[in-house]
């Protein structure tokens, strides 16, 4: 029950509090009790390679965002639908059932998963938890920055490493760029933007080798497009009690993006730095949960999301070659390829004839990298590419 009476009473604390709120920044720094993280870093350095235009209000074929779109499954969006009415409701319960049926499907107990709107969430955390101090992070270059760019953002450093000629992550280059200030390893297996995958057995060596030094993040977002994927994951070294963190999200496969669920995999004693900072499942809805549930149990449509994405690299390679164009062979749902043309200039050519895609300038070169379509938005992006590129 409120102590403040009557609305006059409540008004007036208000007021104060408002008051007491507008006079903190004269009080001179030691009345203050408000504790300062270490290096929040003012102007992060500018990642040159990386362009990108968003925002068209009606684009033809959307190809930028390694979105799927053939998502979310049909029994997904029933789920979805049936549920919106309980979302009165905080959902502990509907977040406890999803957490013990991805703690069956990985095989771990259900203290080793954490549930993230989106796996964005885990990967900035992490980060946060980890970089508090500073230090760096080895990870590749070119990869996926979102852990990467909030280790900075915290003051660490990105110790980056470049990929092997064919574009898997170099493993000894990133153990021996390991030092005594590094915090975590960061490996994006399959890598984006190249859509390419590093060796499991030699990823897994590496993991054994450098783990109990430093925990390792293995982001597996696009492994579940390999009808293999079970066989390539880094869960089974967390059963084996070393300190990996494999995050995975329902963006992809499951083509639920804008529904924000996905969840890592870790040591409960690594999860527990993140629960420190934050109320677990406070991020959660009622209907990401139900559609999470309903697309793990549709595992019919995990498989046509997998041969619709490889249909999608095969007519895409197929069209990329008629016009004379090389490509990096993918394993994901985008595709990566080089341009003999100013990236950004590139994009606005594209985005103009309503082709939304991605480019990146990776060690001196152009690239395009473009996401999976229906076969019609492969057409246009292969008909708009013919008209842009010089
Ligand atoms: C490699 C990788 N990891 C993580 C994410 C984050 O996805 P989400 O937050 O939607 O799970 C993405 C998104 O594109 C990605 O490419």
């Known amino acids: 029950m409120t102590t403040f009476t009557t609305r006059r009473q409540w008004l007036r604390r208000a007021a104060l509090t408002g008051a007491g709120l507008a006079t903190l920044p004269t009080l001179p720094l030691s009345a203050r009790s408000v504790a300062t993280p270490t290096a929040f870093r003012e102007h992060l350095p500018q990642l040159e390679w990386?362009?990108?235009?968003?925002?068209?209000?009606?684009?033809?074929?959307?190809?930028?965002?390694?979105e799927n779109p053939y998502g979310p499954s049909p029994l997904a969006i029933e789920a979805i639908a049936a549920s919106a009415a309980a979302g009165n409701r905080y959902q502990h319960e509907a977040a406890a059932e999803l957490r013990q049926m991805i703690a069956t499907l990985e095989g771990v107990p259900e203290d080793h998963i954490m549930l993230t709107p989106g796996s964005s969430d885990v990967l900035e955390k992490m980060a946060i938890v980890h970089?508090?101090?500073?230090?760096?992070?080895?990870?590749?270059?070119?990869?996926?920055?979102?852990?990467?760019?909030?280790?900075?953002?915290?003051?660490?450093?990105?110790?980056?490493?470049?990929?092997?000629?064919?574009?898997a992550h170099d493993l000894p280059a990133m153990k021996a760029a390991i030092n005594e200030d590094t915090k975590m390893v960061y490996i994006c297996n399959p890598?984006?933007?190249?859509?390419t995958l590093t060796d499991s057995a030699e990823l897994r060596q590496f993991c054994r080798d450098v783990a109990d030094t430093v925990p390792v993040f293995v982001?597996?977002?696009?492994?579940?497009?390999l009808p293999d994927y079970q066989s390539q994951t880094m869960v089974p070294l967390i059963r084996e009690g070393k300190n990996?963190?494999?995050a995975r999200t329902f963006s992809k496969i499951h083509g639920m993006a804008g529904l924000r669920i996905g969840y890592a995999v870790a040591l409960p004693e690594t999860l527990e730095k993140v629960y420190r900072i934050s109320r677990?499942?406070?991020?959660?809805?009622?209907?990401?949960?139900?559609?999470?549930?309903?697309?793990?149990?549709d595992t019919d449509f995990q498989e046509i999301s997998r041969q619709q994405t490889a249909a999608f690299?095969?007519?895409?390679?197929?069209?990329?070659?008629?016009?004379?164009l090389t490509y990096v062979p993918s394993v994901t749902s985008f595709i990566l390829f080089p341009i003999q043309m100013e990236g950004k200039a590139f994009l606005e050519g594209m985005f103009d004839k309503g082709i939304g895609v991605r480019s990146f300038h990776v060690h001196g070169q152009d690239y395009c990298r473009v996401s999976v379509g229906t076969p019609e938005e492969v057409d246009l992006f292969l008909g708009a590419l013919k008209d842009v590129l010089v």
């Not at 992070?137 to 110790?159: E, R």
């Not at 890598?191 to 859509?195: D, L």
């Not at 677990?280 to 809805?285: A, D, F, K, S, T």
């Open 50 to 66: 990386e362009h990108q235009r968003t925002g068209q209000p009606a684009l033809k074929a959307r190809m930028l965002a390694n």
């Open 131 to 167: 970089f508090l101090q500073g230090g760096n992070v080895v990870a590749a270059d070119p990869a996926y920055m979102s852990l990467i760019k909030v280790s900075m953002g915290m003051g660490g450093d990105w110790n980056k490493v470049r990929l092997t000629d064919d574009w």
């Open 191 to 195: 890598n984006n933007p190249t859509g």
């Open 219 to 225: 982001d597996e977002a696009y492994l579940e497009f």
């Open 244 to 246: 990996v963190i494999v």
């Open 280 to 297: 677990g499942n406070m991020g959660l809805c009622k209907t990401s949960l139900e559609g999470a549930m309903a697309s793990m149990r």
């Open 313 to 324: 690299r095969e007519q895409t390679y197929a069209g990329l070659t008629g016009l004379g």
